[in-house]
């Protein structure tokens, strides 16, 4: 009988596993499309905010490309095309 985990992915594990996915997809095509573009900066920001959420301190650096990456994000959809 296999053994099967106990506990539900956590909220961090489950960004993770959604940036992840999201990276896969864009390193997949030549030219992305614009949602899978979106779906990749939304994926990076949940994670980074997770992380916090979670302790993790984040360099300066990392903080600016992340306020950026939200500004985004909070764009109607599909106008990062232009």
Not at 63 to 74: G, M
């Amino acid at each position: 009988m296999p053994i099967m985990p106990g506990e539900e992915p956590t909220q961090l594990e489950k960004a993770f596993e959604r940036y992840r996915i999201a990276q896969a997809v864009l390193r997949g095509h030549r030219k992305p499309s614009l949602l899978e573009v979106e779906a990749a900066l939304e994926s990076r920001v949940e994670l980074f905010r997770c992380l916090v959420e979670s302790g993790w301190q984040a360099p300066a650096a990392v903080t600016r490309q992340i306020d950026l990456d939200a500004a985004l994000v909070a764009q109607p959809h599909g106008s990062l095309g232009g």
